[in-house]
């Protein structure tokens, strides 16, 4: 059985705890060949810093996470929100990677995220903050904003559909294929998606959609988790270790592989227990994962 | 405005702590036109009284809760799986209803819903337990086998899309789209669908597949109720009183109607806090929400 781990690639998310550096040289240590960090711990030690940590080490950036939350119907919150994605933007492209992760953001009436609804305005039986069909439309409008900003830049927005557990309060893009649409009016160098086992693992679509991102050259990043119930008080952070869960990885991993993908494999874990563990513990055990339940099928 | 509560239906669900007779006596005072019995309370009493009780009280049934869980693999449970659904099909036959609804099942890795996964057999990073595309074509082979007996009593299959949150222990059918795509081999007497917004709302396909499940005659039943945050320990009963969520009822009612759907709108919701309330306090509730948020876009 092979034991390669040059495509594995550790999320920041999934050693929470640990600075940058530490999740640096955890990756490395166990032989993986890239990070995919987040804009958290790369701007607590400054964006230069953060590629230099990272190619210090040998390891590849395989993507940014994340920008995006931009589907606000508030003008003046929009406007900070496209400033927050175009600074992204620039974060991307000076730590090397081509591949920005997006999550769009959810409706108006999401207060925040996880928290209860806003009540309907008075004397009303309808509401435009509960309008989803318009959301999304907005976020289609932001994305065309950011896209040349983005070319200019070498960095490729990729939209990222969440499981539509998150559709109220974090994305209202919720299949692959809603984000193959949403990406179809761009350069597939500069809109792409990304696979999240967690997020999609469920879709009767998944298999054409799959093949659909590989054959209009938008698939830029395959991100395995697992499914696992029951689900944690805050949902966000259920994904569970790849094998512990749910997700025919076997398959999907399969599916990705025939739609082409060569690139990394990135493992994004949100869960208190696995944030309890040294990092150390946790990449070894990705690894032990991936080897098994990944790789073979890659 | 208007408050004819005449085509609003009580899914006994929606008052779980009371009998089916004082369930029955809340919609009736409250001037609504219909019940949808759980199979536990009409077996409770026995069907044919079950039936009497109803029609005494001068109320449709709207449709049966519920057939269903059969993706088994093991032909042993998968035939308890089938008798049981044939005696919940001449269950509906008795009440008088032509919709039987069925949740289909998960898969053979959720040992129970809501609870863990069952390991991976030794050595092996694939798992046909964990199959969704297997599983799905099963659930397609049941409805196949159970689809003459229904056509014979008069009732309908009634596929429901669960939310994807419930793929892997409860139903693999997670889209209106598919449903209609498993529907799509037999008469769309026999088979049908039911739109329960809790469970559909978030779909980006949603509008054009109301469309056809209208076009194609198939659809059976409108169920109603809000997708609120955060969620229930229980994600099962984290169903909310219209209006309480994020929803966006005026928008999906309309694409029901205009599908040409003039059925009864069952309002089916789980959750402690509503089944700690008297039956008449929850029904007094619930007429008030039906009559802001659905009927004037019905």
Redesign the interface.
Known sequence: MSTDLSRLSLNTATTKRASLAEAVDAAAAAGLGAVGPWRDRVQEVGVEKAARIIRDAGLRVSSLCRGGFLTTSDDDAAAVALDDNRRAIREAATLGTHELILVVGG?D??SAP????RP?PAGR???PA????AT?RRAADRIGELAPYAAEHGVRLVLEPL???F???RAVI??L??AL?LAAPFDPDVVGVVVDTYHV?????L?AQIARAGAEGRLAAYQVCD?????A???LNSRGHV?????????ITRWVAEAGYTGDVEVEIFHEDVWARPPAQTVATLADRYT??VL??L
Request: no cysteine.
């Open positions: 409706l009436a999401a996880g928290a209860g609804a309907y039986g309808d509401d509960r309008d989803l069909v999304r499981h539509p557990l559709a109220a309060d919720s299949t294929g809603q649409d693992w469920w879709d009767p679509d298999h499914w696992v119930l029951p689900l008080a805050e949902p094998g512990d869960g749910y997700v025919d990885f076997a398959t098994r339940h073979p099928y």
